[in-house]
């Protein structure tokens, strides 16, 4: 079996001593690995790309969300399964897929791990598609990602969102957003529109909501909608604390075609990397690559998801 590990030597909770942790447990189960690192944005992609070519057993990847779903693009059709040593500051796929933080226990995960399919978002961006897994959104939840710096993350970690958000307060602001959900809209004053795969945000922080799941074929939408300062900070503390399935500020819908539009230029994100401004549009990819996961992860059985309420939502906002 070869594998090929593609690192991010840049990621803020990247250690030299995790490559040599992995490359000694894979190697002791008779695993033949590669190591490549990234030197820019983008190599992923290509490292990714040029394992399919060589075709390798498995595609590892150690960093972040970022870099994983890099990867994940040039992997998208190849059949070849994911494997993730978690080395970035949030990990939140990782997370939700409950796979082990300790290197040596995530690399026999890709030794005797079993397949999982997940979906994975895509969105058209000027520089071509790029994939999200977790999230993606437009407005303030990409400032929160662009002011949680390396630096901050390097000695912060997770922390260093809750200071960016906290920096933030001052400067938020809704702007009208135009949410096109399987062809219905939805106008709404909101200081931002997420549209999730993963539920669990953060080990200790919160969850977007229980029935989000990463294999059910939909996208599920959750606009933050306040009016002024006041309203948006309690917009962000209803998130936060786990508001009601539609609470009196949070709206919640999902589909598998989603577009996002504002009447002014908003930030967008996914997975954590900034990428451009709004409009955006996000479709869902259905089983749209494998994951190495715990056996356990395995059998956990995926959700039978068949009510849409976008209708019902719909009217609310109306």
Known sequence: ????????????????????????????????????????HGDAARLAADGVAD?????????????????????IGSGIPLGLI?????????????????????????ADGVRRPIDIGSVMRPE???????????????????????????RWGMAAYVLSTCGLLPQIRPASYRVTVDEQVLQVEAITVVIANCGEVGRLYFNLGEDIHFDDGWLDVIILSAKGVAGSVAAMWELFRGSPPRG??????????????ADCERPVQLDGELAGVTPMTATVMRNAID?????????????AREVHITDRLSKEVA
């Open 1 to 40: 079996m070869r594998v090929l590990l593609i690192t991010n030597p840049v990621a803020a909770r990247h250690h030299p001593s995790v490559l040599r942790a992995v490359s000694s447990t894979l190697g002791s189960l008779g695993i033949e690995v590669d190591v490549a690192g990234t030197t820019r």
């Open 55 to 75: 075709r390798v057993d498995a595609i590892a990847v150690y960093g972040g969300d970022g870099t994983t779903m890099q990867a994940v693009s040039g992997m």
């Open 86 to 110: 978690p080395g970035g500051t949030g990990n939140l796929l990782a997370g939700n897929l409950r796979l082990p933080r300790n290197p040596a226990k995530a690399a026999r995960v890709i």
């Open 128 to 154: 071509g598609v790029r994939h999200f897994a977790v999230a993606c959104g437009a407005g303030v939840d990409a400032l929160i990602m662009k002011g949680a710096t390396t630096a901050l993350k390097r």
């Open 248 to 261: 009196a500020r949070i709206l919640r819908t999902r589909g598998r075609t989603i577009t996002v539009e």
């Open 291 to 303: 994951v190495l996961v715990p056996q356990r992860v395995a059998r956990l059985p995926s959700p």
